[in-house]
């Protein structure tokens, strides 16, 4: 960390006057056969954004906690209004009433063998010297969707609570009906945890956060360095968001305010919520239980970063540690708001430029979203400028300031829901939600527009020095994180956008209504993530002293904004998305032989992957060198993304259309690629498979028919 940031002060000291120099226009642009006009918009927009305003929305969004429908939250939201009036765009705030639980009581006791009580929880979190952690609007930890009871059980530890865990468990039989299933956070999302844990008879989980995964043996803690402190709790959202993400109660329909009641589905039959308690601890309150628990040794990849060897729990005629469960928890339909601002397009008002971050945080949010709140406003400040110089977008751009996506994606997914007609004609949506946790940049987006923010990076500077595409090439070709992709590198290809999973916003776009959409964000050494110390002082300590990453994360976004809305041929990438399909289907073919399914036969799909591809390559000459009705051209570019839904959705969660990309039912966070046949592999059922694999060739035909119809 030391070495990292003294070479980036240097840096920045030699080439902070060239920043702006640093990138020359770039002459050849998809979707532009002339972009010196454009070009001329973007070195205006580009000089706008600044690093110190960044700053200073961010302190202002930070000064105080800001959970969903908390008054706190409603400040945020006027503050956003404002910045989005006095920039020009026509603003609302968009309220909705959801079902959303905040806790009244969470309490945890251990007892060991004997009965002896060694510890009660949850400890307060708490470091030496941070001036935030005592505010008293600071919540209790809890989990969003938390079940309400009281119960005590048994310890069963199951290392990450993914799918091979409880397998190996399983596998060790050992029974985990009635126990309370003690899980590491990291691998999976923490719902996939829970849902996994429940159906296996659980009476509750215990979420901790381990030093081996975001603690000391990571590095430094904070207050002396980013990772996580002994007594940081990670809150967070247990809603089985693979299943549908929104408001519980009104899945494919917007909760507004004058919904009736009849119209939502009791919470009690409603399919995204768990029915058992979960409670998230430090690991200074999970270290007492690990420490007492008996029975086999945990396996040596089970182990996590605690000075002693852990156990899985229970043992024949012999008792581990035993816990009591208290979570009292007050669900009511609440009011969440969005902010909305929007600037008409001149020339194709109807098609709608999107981008969005959310604003709610569990506590203070400084990196998760408010970071990302920063650098939209500086963004929106940017865009505003050209407003004034009498500047109009060709399309409509659309700025959101998504309210409860901690709780579940919530505000997001009601307005999707809201306007699912303007959906049809949204031509992008572009998140971000971790903005800056640090210097590396990073993204991911769906096959169509991975080329798009590849080519856009190398018009904004970046602080260390170059463009954010050439720090973003020195980074990927090193050891630094990646985001996944599941296809192979094209060659030639210098930098790797991943794919698209969920828990962020884009979920509701592009994999309920099939907006083509892209998330990005600067990454670095994060501990405190959904914990008290996620605030402007971590923040100024160890992710972007002086918010020059917030200001390029500003220039990032609103170039999307920019250079999208202004287009002449909407730039997507088809053949990229035919090749990534190719690749995915001859993985899973090889993944239908793993499993031993006997015959599967992909040849359909594979021919509609084929057909698809060489539509793909004529249509792209057309793109380059466009002539006649563009506006027809693209709205039939458009159309392909849509042709790949099916309007009745994957097996078992029809709120998912997207029959290339879903959440994982088992991952949560990370993309599932043709969701419909892999699960249907993974569950080794061959007619599902078989069925799948139609629905799946069925899309791929509709998207080359599409394309095919361009002239
Ligand atoms: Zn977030």
Not at 144 to 155: F, I, L, P, Q, R
Not at 388 to 410: H, M, N, Y
Not at 443 to 450: D, G, I, R, W
């Amino acid at each position: 960390m030391i070495v990292r940031k003294s070479l980036l002060f240097l840096l920045s000291l030699a080439l902070a006057p060239r920043l702006l120099a640093a990138q020359a226009a770039p002459q050849k642009v998809f979707g532009y056969s002339d972009f010196t006009k454009q070009a001329r918009i973007e070195a205006k927009f580009l000089a706008v954004p600044e690093a110190k305003l960044a700053g200073e929305h961010l302190k202002t969004l930070t000064a105080e906690p800001h959970m969903a429908s908390t008054p706190g939250d409603r400040r945020t939201a006027e503050y956003v209004a404002r910045k989005f009036r006095s920039a020009g765009l026509e603003t609302e705030i968009v309220p909705y009433r959801v079902l959303m639980n905040q806790p009244k009581v969470v309490r945890v006791e251990a007892y060991n063998d004997a009965g002896k009580l060694i510890m009660t929880g949850p400890t307060r979190e708490h470091v030496d010297g941070d001036r935030y952690q005592d505010d008293p609007r600071v919540t209790m930890p809890f989990n969003g969707s938390s079940a309400s009871g009281d119960v005590t059980g048994e310890v069963v530890y199951a290392n990450y609570g993914r799918l091979e865990d409880f397998a190996l468990l399983a596998s060790r039989r050992i029974d985990l009906r009635g126990k309370i299933v003690l899980c590491r956070y990291g691998a999976n999302f923490r719902g996939v945890k829970v849902y996994l844990a429940e159906q296996r008879g659980a009476a509750g989980v215990l979420l901790y956060s381990d030093p081996l995964d975001d603690g000391f043996a990571k590095g430094a803690a904070y207050p002396l360095g980013p990772w996580r402190p002994e007594t940081a709790v990670q809150l967070g959202s247990v809603q089985y968001l693979f299943k549908y993400p929104g408001d519980p109660e009104t899945p494919g329909v917007a909760s507004t305010l004058d919904l009736p009641d009849s119209a939502r589905v009791p919470n009690e039959r409603s399919g995204n919520q768990p029915r058992i308690i979960s409670i998230p601890i430090s690991y200074h309150d999970a270290m007492p239980i690990l420490k007492n628990l008996k029975g086999a040794v945990a396996p040596q990849d089970w182990q996590g970063g605690l000075d002693f060897r852990y156990h899985l729990g229970p043992a024949v005629k012999q008792t581990g540690v035993r816990v009591h469960l208290v979570s009292q928890q007050d669900y009511q339909r609440r009011i969440i708001w969005d902010v909305i601002g929007k600037i008409k397009g001149a020339e194709y008002p109807s098609e709608w430029v999107v981008a969005g971050n959310h604003r709610d945080a569990w506590i203070y949010g400084a990196v998760d979203p408010s970071s990302g709140t920063a650098a939209m406003l500086e963004a929106v400040h940017g865009v505003g400028a050209l407003l004034k110089e009498g500047w109009r977008p060709k399309r409509t751009i659309v700025f959101c300031s998504w309210d409860a996506e901690e709780q579940g994606l919530i505000g997001s997914t009601e307005w999707v829901e809201e306007h699912g007609n303007a959906m049809e004609h949204a031509v992008a949506y572009f998140n971000v939600d971790v903005a800056v946790a640090g210097p590396d940049f990073s993204a991911s987006a769906v096959p169509s527009l991975k080329q798009f923010v590849r080519e856009l990076t190398r018009s904004v500077p970046s602080p260390l020095g170059g463009t954010a595409y050439q720090q973003w090439r020195v980074k990927s070709s090193g050891n630094s994180e990646h985001r996944s992709s599941n296809a192979p590198p094209a060659p030639g290809e210098e930098v790797q956008v991943g794919d698209l999973g969920s828990g962020s916003d884009f979920t509701p776009f592009l994999q309920h209504a099939g907006v083509p959409s892209t998330d990005i964000g600067s990454g670095g050494p994060y501990g405190v993530y959904h914990s008290v110390f996620d605030n402007f002082a971590w923040y100024r300590m160890n992710a972007d002293p002086k918010f020059v990453y917030l200001e390029e994360m500003a220039r990032v976004l609103g170039l999307e904004t920019l250079r999208m809305a202004d287009s002449e041929v909407l730039p997507y990438d088809y053949v990229t998305y035919a090749r990534e399909v190719n690749a995915y289907l001859e993985e899973a073919s090889r993944h239908a032989a793993d499993a031993e399914l006997g015959e599967i036969d992909f040849g359909q799909a594979q021919a509609a992957a084929a057909r698809f591809a060489s539509a793909a390559e004529r249509v792209r000459r057309r793109q380059m060198a466009p002539t006649g009705d563009l506006g027809r051209l693209n709205e039939t570019l458009r159309e392909v993304e849509s042709a790949l839904l099916n309007p009745a959705g994957l097996p078992h969660r029809p709120w998912y259309r997207h029959t290339i990309f879903a959440p994982g039912e088992f991952t949560g966070y990370s993309a599932v690629v043709l969701p419909g046949v892999n699960e249907a592999i993974d569950a080794k059922d061959k007619i599902r498979a078989r069925q799948q694999l139609t629905v799946l060739s069925q899309a791929l035909e509709r998207a080359a028919a599409t394309l095919e119809a361009v002239r």
